[in-house]
């Protein structure tokens, strides 16, 4: 009796090593990086979509459930997720991922913001007091995530932590060499003028040096207006642009008719992976989005 218990305690723990960890990400990109780092050790659900707008998600009973049964929850902060997260992680009572808990990543944490306030109020519209929090648009700034969340992953589950940081050096070493490939393909649309719909492109352009000239919201998070989308029309007639970018959640309608009143294409770029049918992961969300500007530049 002894032996069989033995045995059964043995493969019990073979079972619990072995074991899948669970990972809850607020945003396709944090699952899509985590699933390159931990490859088949992990199990990832994904709480958004491409064509969904983070700032606006309801903490439904099915991401609560779903987070109370993670290790590690993986998602943006700097207040993307303000509206819901707080809500979801006290309704899941999962005390692994809660704030300052371990099992808790805020990918913003680990990079330099842009766009910091000097003071935020309500009259500002959607302004986050931490900085813009849209750095998935950077690939610089997803690889120095991917290192943070390596070693959180490894902090997590232990017995698995060399796995993850041979998946990291093996993700970080295909990124490096596709960043040069993107900004080889990217290099004539340094300097070109964009309108973007809402603030959410800050990252891509710090990175491919693109100059932002307006927005299509007046001010963040509050939908165009007539009158401030005449305004703009009226602001490219002395500094013209190449592109109005918008992203798959936002209704077109407004970079349509910028588009149609100043003669300038309206390109919608996928702004995580699933935005398009063509950025099923992180790679082709670059090759995609560097692909939809090179062809509305032309």
Not at 61 to 86: F, H, M, N, Y
């Amino acid at each position: 009796m002894k032996r069989i218990f033995l045995i059964f305690a043995l493969l019990c723990g073979s079972t619990l090593a072995h074991a899948d960890l669970n990972i809850f990400a607020c945003e396709p990109e944090w699952g899509a990086l985590a699933q390159e780092i931990g490859g088949n050790q992990v199990t990832v659900y994904n709480a958004t979509t491409g064509l969904q707008d983070p700032h606006h998600i309801e903490a439904r009973p099915s991401l609560i459930a779903k987070a109370r049964q993670a290790d590690l929850l993986v998602c943006t902060g700097a207040e993307l997720e303000i509206g819901w997260l707080p809500l979801l992680l006290s309704k899941s009572g999962n005390a692994a991922i809660q704030e300052s808990q371990p099992g808790n990543f805020m990918a913003a944490q680990y990079v330099q913001l842009l766009d910091i306030p000097e003071k935020v109020d309500r009259s500002m519209g959607d302004v986050h007091a931490d900085g813009n929090p849209h750095i998935q648009t950077d690939p610089r700034r997803i690889a120095q995530v991917g290192k943070a969340l390596a070693e959180r992953m490894a902090q997590v589950d232990s017995a698995n932590a060399a796995h993850y940081q041979q998946g990291y050096a093996s993700f970080n070493s295909r990124w490096q060499q596709a960043m040069q490939g993107w900004q080889a393909r990217a290099a004539g649309l340094r300097g070109k003028v964009v309108v973007v719909h809402h603030k959410s492109w800050v990252y891509l352009q710090d990175w491919l040096g693109l100059q932002e000239i307006a927005t299509l919201e007046p001010k963040p998070g509050v939908p165009p207006t007539t009158a401030h989308l005449t305004s703009v029309l009226q602001q490219l007639q002395t500094t013209p642009a190449s592109v109005v970018i918008y992203s798959a959640y936002q209704n077109p309608r407004s970079a349509q008719w910028l588009s149609g009143k100043a003669g300038i294409p309206a390109v919608l770029l996928p702004s995580t992976v699933g935005g398009t049918p063509e950025a099923s992961d992180l790679f082709k969300l670059f090759d995609d989005i560097i692909q939809r500007l090179n062809g509305a530049a032309k």
